[in-house]
């Protein structure tokens, strides 16, 4: 039997025995895992640098090697971020709704885990335990299919996981990696509805809609990030330069990192604004009017207003009002995270109302796009479509519901 059908099988009958398991042996497993990962830090080091050397001789773009990188703080990260979905509320069994009708059945409406999750996501090795943790947590099996470029590194970290299930009641079969990375599998993988309940395809944009246009297996689907932010014309000259470069520099090669500022045409700091980001190694690409007024901003193009560019690049352009920048919003966004700078009340509920995305934000960075600081201690993807989940997706966004049903003997008469 070929490794996808094999591992998809261990999965299945894993999810039976996960679904069954107590919330404290769920986070004892967890535990356990963070030890693990701890204990390990030099073996997953190790292959992650193989992948980067990997990766640097095969021409990976500045913003693709930070996404592959593993350091010893991402390891921190990565190893809090598997306590903290511990010492989350386990939704699992959660009752959400109760009701009885008046024949007398009572009726509840409970949390249940998806079942097994297929997870497909590009470079970074976070995800490879970020989507473990979570899917354990809500009694979900999980086959990750990485990319090549991370696949040493996810090899040492589900091995790592997976000793540190041995330990525990959770079998270890309930994380399993896919190691065949080539398309003609994946394309399989996207079709194995025997055994996947749901695919979760986080990456850039040629992967998501290669699994949504070729996947029978249902997805849930997640978004690339062209964020802008909007400073209005009353915001605040110190709070709107230090938010943009915080969500241009702060890390340019993710998905919540902003790649077009729109500018109130009034606002009186737009100087001092572009100035430091030219200064800060910034690439400007703006309208005619900023590319004739400033000689380091080059003129964008059509497609620039299009981009995310992973990258110290941004595009800039000069708005006359709220309405100007809602409507550039609506033509060029993707419905990830957008943010308006402004001390004008009225704008606020105006863009708030008007701007379709999952996110948005007054007076604050996109970077807080993520679930560690939605406070769902990981994230298995940010969701920009409208079905199931929207936004960072933490423990709930990956359980289904189930009704239970009591009655004293009631039958149906009409």
Not at 93 to 116: C, D, H, M, S
Not at 149 to 157: F, I, P, R, V
Not at 280 to 290: A, F, N, P, S
Request: with cysteine; proline share 3%; aromatic share 6%.
């Amino acid at each position: 039997m070929n490794e996808l059908l094999e591992k998809a099988e261990r999965l299945k009958t894993a999810s039976q025995t996960l679904a069954m398991l107590s919330t404290k042996e769920k986070n004892a497993a967890l535990e356990q895992i963070a030890k693990a990962i701890d204990r390990e830090r030099a073996f997953i080091l190790q292959e992650n640098e193989k992948d980067m050397a990997q990766g640097r001789e095969q021409g990976l773009s500045p913003a693709l090697l930070d996404r592959l990188q593993l350091t010893n703080e991402r390891l921190d990260q990565i190893i809090d971020g598997v306590r903290q979905v511990a010492s989350l509320p386990d939704p699992v069994g959660e009752i959400i709704a109760e009701w009885t009708r008046p024949n007398g059945l009572r009726i509840q409406t409970v949390r249940v885990p998806l079942g097994v999750i297929g997870m497909v996501y590009e470079a970074r090795p976070n995800v490879t335990v970020d989507a473990a943790s979570l899917c354990l947590k809500t009694g979900n099996a999980v086959l990750l299919r990485g990319s090549t470029s991370a696949l040493h590194s996810n090899k040492a970290l589900v091995r790592v996981m997976k000793e540190a299930l041995r330990t525990t009641t959770v079998p270890e079969t309930a994380i399993e990696l896919l190691e065949d990375t080539s398309r003609e599998t994946a394309q399989r993988m996207f079709r194995l509805n025997n055994y996947l309940d749901v695919l979760i395809p986080r990456g850039g944009a040629g992967l998501i809609r290669s699994v949504v246009e070729n996947a029978t297996v249902p997805v849930l689907e997640t978004g690339v990030g062209n964020c802008h932010i909007f400073v209005d014309e009353s915001a605040e000259r110190q709070m709107a330069i230090e938010i943009v470069l915080n969500a241009k520099l702060q890390r340019p090669s993710v998905c919540n990192a902003v790649e077009t500022v729109l500018i109130h045409e009034r606002w009186p700091y737009a100087a001092d604004l572009l100035e430091t980001l030219h200064a800060r190694g910034v690439e400007l690409r703006g309208d005619q009017r900023l590319a004739s007024a400033y000689p380091f901003i080059s003129e964008a193009t059509e497609d620039d207003w299009y981009t995310e560019y992973l990258a110290p690049i941004l595009a800039v352009k000069l708005v006359a009002d709220v309405d100007e920048a809602i409507g550039h919003i609506r033509r060029y966004g993707t419905k990830h995270s957008e943010a308006i700078i402004t001390e004008n009340e009225v704008n606020v509920r105006r863009f708030f109302q008007a701007v379709d995305a999952a996110v948005l934000y007054h007076n604050a960075s996109t970077r807080f796009t993520d679930g560690e600081q939605f406070g769902y201690g990981a994230e298995i993807g940010i969701s920009t479509q409208k079905l199931h989940a929207r936004g960072p997706m933490g423990l709930v966004a990956i359980t289904t519901t189930k009704s239970l049903v009591y009655g004293t003997g009631q039958i149906r008469t009409v």
